[in-house]
């Protein structure tokens, strides 16, 4: 199927890759910069976390350590715009460690539901953790002035990709899931976000119910292939654009 053609004459996966690049964060520092956005997004714009527990202004959790993380960085001024994490299911087959749904959310999660699912315990794992910078959540105007002397005015078209950005973030962690067969997924979601996957073909199945955990969030369900199955080809395309940046430094 041909791809849709945008005002500019680029497909959507080429427009957002003029503006952003994406990368496993495999290296401390990478890593660094991906606790650093959680601890604006969590700690400072939305008081989430205590700031006082995030020294070096770093939010990180036990999980980190075994996670695999993602960065999305803005081409032109090298800022990290975005993170996404994905936490395997870890232990032996008879005691595995609980994910972070299950350790902080048990009293939302239905039970029966996740029962009925039949699933292999070696292959489950939670996105989590997706924070987009407030920098690339603002409209045109209302730059934040932490960067210092980066100029921050950005281009309407550029604007228009910034709506992209954390979809961009969950197709990352769904490459994660696929080349490291953790291909039954578990996320707490805020209402927007099944909602904004939705439309791009990514249908999630409620897994419990509303819960005030870091705000209003729902657990959710998916597997990478319907994930793969459902998906809108211009979606695709971005999709396996992102494939190609992680893999070889995942295989490495």
Request: aromatic share 10%; glycine share 4%.
């Amino acid at each position: 199927m041909k791809e849709k053609q945008h005002d500019n004459g680029l497909t959507l996966a080429q427009t957002f890759q003029k503006y952003f690049s994406i990368e496993l964060a495999n290296t401390p520092e990478l890593k660094q910069k991906a606790y650093n956005i959680r601890y604006h997004v969590y700690c400072k714009e939305f008081e989430y976390e205590s700031i006082d527990s995030c020294p070096n202004e770093m939010e990180t959790d036990e999980y980190d350590d075994s996670s695999l993380h993602c960065l999305i960085i803005h081409n032109e001024t090298n800022i990290p715009a975005a993170c996404v994490r994905l936490v395997p299911a870890t232990g032996s087959d008879l005691i595995f460690d609980l994910l972070p749904f299950e350790k902080y959310c048990s009293s939302s999660l239905d039970k029966e539901f996740i029962k009925q699912l039949h699933l292999d315990r070696n292959t489950e794992c939670e996105i989590s953790r997706l924070a987009v910078d407030g920098i690339f959540r603002k409209r045109s105007g209302e730059a934040l002035t932490r960067f210092g002397d980066v100029n921050l005015e950005f281009s309407k078209e550029e604007q228009r990709t910034f709506l992209l950005i954390a979809v961009a973030a969950f197709l990352a962690a769904t490459v994660l899931t696929e080349l490291s067969g953790k291909t039954n997924v578990f996320a707490m979601m805020e209402p927007f976000l099944p909602r904004l996957l939705r439309r791009s073909g990514l249908i999630f199945q409620r897994a419990g119910k509303d819960i005030d955990y870091h705000g209003i969030r729902a657990p959710y369900f998916i597997t990478t292939q319907s994930a793969l199955d459902n998906m809108r080809p211009e979606l695709l395309e971005l999709y396996h654009w992102i494939h190609q940046n992680i893999e070889p430094s995942y295989l490495k």
